[in-house]
């Protein structure tokens, strides 16, 4: 929670700030390639500045904060969530795809061993071509497997090498200036150029000169060379053998491959507006406690919410970038809050125990102090009731305004930089707007709230959507449990 210290929340929200910001803090949306990635991680440590009070612990090294770390050894373990979250956008996949649940540090799935395989394939790669622009999205493009070859080039190609193969001469002895691929049967040989230019979306004066083909002219001639080269360095040293990468693989289509992303994979939808709706305040108005009173009569009411004890969520955190991690939350009334995010190498816990709030991640267990832990300690006491926030009793309806289809009222917190929407025609809160304090200053912070329902008498938005300048991520329940007996234990902080 270094990030943001005074968030406050509408009390009925069962909200998962801390561990959501922490998780903001490790999977902003990862625009580099292995080898950027891997400067990316050791720059951390030499941009770290002195101690702050509340700050996160020195980084540990992943092999210190993980188990069973093998590729990225001697890497600032923050560093590893983002290569993760890079991992699982260029793949379309999420951690189940090469991770047994929970338990993070087996090898069971053999997709593990394969992406071990993949990534010292891009580092092999770039390192042979003194880039950093070979990635895992390069060939995957936001699919588990890359694409193969359209279907189409198959009967074209096939009838190629059927003809080709009446004429098994060395190639270069009947074509001029042939280096990398001597001994190639010169039957087979326009049929390997046609794949050539297939795969790049390109004809043969792209790397030759027309009429004079043998010479050497064009730069792009001589990349090709390096390339085949490349790719015979993957099958002996990667795959120990024949290979199914070829050309298309990584360009499909495109003389240049991309190496990143378009837009944030792992999500079709929209990113949220970060625009503020426009408020009018046309025809009249009800008084801030007329909103508030039937916002609580929504929900369900005080007298509802004080039936419940506690409360366990279970459901999910998703960032933009795609990456996706289990998350519970653990409430006990009046003031005792525990929040989950399972990740490789034990995820990230906040809670409050009544007393003392504490965070453990990757970098180790600490106590939470100063507005860090007055933030959790409000947040805990707010999941008791349906009312709003001590610090939000000073309240002012500002107008109307219009999200999406609704038409909802805007009230100002007069003592916090918090505005809120309430929709007219249920009541409900669909959005919340705040300015936070963040590193690079104070920035906005917007949460919308979606998929109400109803549960033992009170009514809990089971999806939300946190929005701020360049990062978005969404919790989403599918499991509420209320009144289930929870050990007080669970919510102490841990020896060390």
């Not at 060379?225 to 499909?252: D, W």
């Not at 200053?441 to 009170?458: C, I, M, P, Q, S």
């Amino acid at each position: 929670m270094k990030n943001y210290k005074h968030l406050v929340l509408i009390a009925v929200m069962p909200l998962t700030l801390l561990i959501a910001l922490d998780f903001q803090g490790m999977h902003v949306r990862v625009k580099a390639s292995a080898g950027t990635m891997m400067s990316g991680f050791r720059a951390q440590q030499d941009k770290a500045g002195p101690a702050r009070e509340g700050s996160q612990p020195q980084a540990k090294n992943a092999e210190e904060a993980y188990k069973n770390i093998q590729i990225f050894k001697g890497l600032p373990a923050p560093g590893v969530m983002r290569a993760m979250s890079f991992f699982t956008t260029s793949l379309g996949v999420d951690c189940n795809h090469c991770h047994v649940a929970g338990e993070f540090e087996k090898d069971d799935k053999p997709a593990k061993q394969t992406a071990r395989k993949m990534y010292e394939m891009v580092r092999l790669s770039n390192k042979f071509l003194s880039s950093n622009r070979v990635s895992c999205y390069g060939c995957h493009r936001g699919h588990a497997k890359p694409e193969p070859p359209p279907e189409a080039w198959k009967t074209e190609l096939d009838e190629m090498r059927r003809k080709g193969e009446e004429d098994q001469r060395p190639a270069e002895q009947v074509y001029k200036n042939v280096q990398t691929l001597k001994g190639l049967p010169a039957g087979r040989w326009t049929m390997l150029m046609t794949m050539f230019t297939k795969s790049l979306g390109v004809d043969c004066t792209y790397c030759h000169v027309p009429g004079e083909f043998e010479k050497d002219d064009k730069p792009a001639k001589l990349m090709a060379r390096k390339m085949l080269s490349l790719t015979g360095v993957i099958a002996r040293e990667i795959y120990k053998g024949p290979t199914s990468i070829n050309c298309y693989t990584c360009h499909q289509g495109k003389a240049q491959p991309v190496s990143f992303p378009p837009t944030p994979a792992g999500s079709s939808a929209k990113p949220a507006e970060t625009k503020p709706p426009e408020i009018t305040r046309s025809g009249p108005l009800p008084s801030a406690s007329q909103v508030i009173e039937s916002y609580q009569k929504a929900v369900g009411g005080t007298a509802a919410f004080a039936k419940l004890t506690t409360r366990v969520l279970k459901g999910s955190i998703k960032a933009d970038s795609g990456f996706t991690a289990p998350l519970e939350v653990y409430v006990k009334a009046p003031n005792k809050l525990l929040m989950v995010m399972q990740t490789p190498g034990g995820g990230a816990t906040v809670a409050f125990n009544g007393k003392t709030a504490w965070q453990k991640n990757e970098n180790g267990l600490r106590e939470m102090t100063g507005t860090e832990a007055e933030f959790l300690k409000s947040l805990a006491q707010s999941f008791a009731g349906a009312g709003l926030d001590a610090r939000l009793s000073n309240l002012e309806v500002k107008g109307k305004a219009k999200l999406g289809e609704r038409d909802t009222y805007v009230i100002d917190a007069l003592s916090a930089p918090i505005r809120m929407y309430f929709d007219i025609q249920t009541g409900l809160l669909l959005r919340q707007e705040e300015e936070v304090n963040a590193p690079e200053g104070k920035t906005k912070l917007t949460v919308e709230f979606e998929d109400y329902r109803e549960l033992d008498g009170v009514k809990i938005p089971l999806s939300r959507r946190w929005t701020r300048p360049g990062f978005s991520f969404t919790h989403k329940f599918d499991e509420i449990r209320h009144n289930v007996a929870i050990d007080d234990g669970r919510f102490e902080k841990p020896v060390q």
